[in-house]
């Protein structure tokens, strides 16, 4: 089998990702989904290939326990392979699919109502959590990987509980972003500066770095669309501040390694995905992981259902993967994410991942298509941001796990807003 090196693949895909954005951002316009998740995957595909170029000339060396400082080469450019042939069959399909947007942010607006309503469920789902930790006498943990454990002895109910408020938490916060910009443009300097200071207490206090990033994510994409186009020129650099300190923050909560760069590039985020799919080829050549095959590819379809309806045991893939192989390092609370590269693996390998990419680039690109159209409503765009932040996911965890997502972030909204007054097609006009 033809397997691609890393500086092939850091090459092509650049050359790819060049072309795609010319096509699709080159001029100022709101940003683009497609072109988003592309950059996400450059990002999660890049940064690994560029820490085993560096580990392969002698500079550093993989940072994950589960290497051990050691990898078997044909593994990981089988890996680099797969990512080659999800990202350009992707791309392929966006392109082929996604038509020019016809959006106009003036036929957009929003009701006061929309914005107090949105604003108040965030704030009582943001205050909840912790009034509702302590009348259950939770053991409030001091650290943030012991967060993850808080709750694990406690019904599956209770569990169930606290996911849905954080997910209700999540998605008004977006709707709030996005209300919030249209209803009053200006109020965006103050919103900017609430999120970046968000960003940067989240990064030195050991918080939740990823919802505080995502967040200031969302200002930008809604700014974007609601306020003011943006071209790829002014999008680069807040996506090199944002990744910068994405990955400094990673590396402020670990405190490993004595080089802060090779550290952020050879063992943080980017890599343990990585690391995940090279693992798990081994595991599925091992034997170890074949049983496994068919539970998993249901994963996404298990999510949309309640532990309670679904018929057996439902297998979440990033905690079969822990709880299987490393377990010790599962019952402390640690926990890695799965990647739909590991799908791949666990699936029918190349054309698996060609497969994903396919689909899942002509779902975006209808999805780009119909909520970017002439018709748009402030839900659409609400819909349309939440989609751009959340599209990581399709990379990072499981291929369509934002459609389980939808069911527990965006419905409870739509159901809100109708409940209100919202009126489905028709724009909200003050």
């Known amino acids: 089998m033809l397997y691609f090196t890393p500086f092939a693949i850091i090459l092509i895909s650049a050359i790819f990702l060049i072309i795609l954005t010319r096509k699709f951002q080159s001029n100022a316009m709101h940003i683009d989904l497609g072109i988003i998740f592309i950059i996400v995957c450059a990002v999660y595909g890049f940064v690994p290939a560029i820490g085993v170029l560096l580990a392969e000339n002698g500079i ?35 392109c082929y699919i996604r038509k020019k947007s016809e959006f106009n942010a003036q036929n957009v607006e929003v009701k006061q109502k929309y914005l107090i309503t949105t604003i108040s469920v965030y704030l009582m789902c943001l205050s909840s959590v912790p009034v509702i930790k302590y009348l259950l006498g939770v053991d409030f943990s001091e650290d943030y990987i012991g967060s993850y454990t808080e709750l694990r002895n406690y019904p599956i109910i209770i569990q169930q509980i606290f996911g849905v408020i954080d997910q209700l938490t999540f998605s008004f916060m977006i709707a709030t972003v996005v209300f919030a910009l249209k209803y009053r443009p200006h109020w965006g300097k103050y919103i900017f500066i609430a999120l970046v200071v968000n960003m940067l207490y989240a990064s030195v206090s050991g918080g939740s770095r990823t ?27 807040i996506g090199l501040f944002s990744l910068v300190l994405f990955m400094a923050a990673g590396y402020w909560r670990g405190q490993t390694g004595e080089n802060p760069v090779l550290t952020a590039i050879q063992g943080g985020e980017f890599m343990a995905l990585f690391v995940n799919s090279v693992d798990l080829s081994e595991h599925i050549l ?74 899942l680039g002509g779902v975006f690109a209808h999805a780009g298509n119909r909520l970017m159209g002439r018709n748009t409503t402030i839900f659409s765009v609400f819909l349309y941001v939440w989609l751009i932040v959340i599209c990581y996911q399709s990379y990072r965890d499981t291929t369509f796990s934002f459609l389980a997502r939808g069911i527990y972030q965006v419905i409870p909204v739509f159901l809100l807003l109708r409940f209100i007054g919202y009126a489905p097609g028709q724009k909200a006009y003050a």
């Open 60 to 94: 550093g060396f993989i940072e994950d326990n589960r290497m051990l400082g050691y990898f078997d080469i044909e593994s990981v450019y089988y890996i680099q392979t797969l990512f080659f042939a999800f990202f350009c069959s992707f791309g392929f399909s966006y």
């Open 211 to 237: 919802t505080a990033f995502l967040g200031f994510i969302a200002y930008v994409v809604a700014s974007s669309i609601l306020v003011r186009p943006v071209s790829f020129v002014r999008l680069l650099p």
């Open 286 to 359: 091992s034997g170890e992981a074949a049983n496994y095959v068919h539970r998993l590819a249901l994963a996404d379809i298990a999510k949309m259902v309640p532990s309670q309806l679904w018929l057996g045991q439902k297998l979440d893939p990033a905690t079969w993967y822990a709880e299987t192989f490393y377990p010790d390092y599962y019952a402390a609370g640690g926990g890695f994410a799965f990647g739909t590269l590991s799908e791949a693996v666990m699936g029918f390998g190349l054309g698996d991942a060609i497969v994903r990419g396919l689909l």
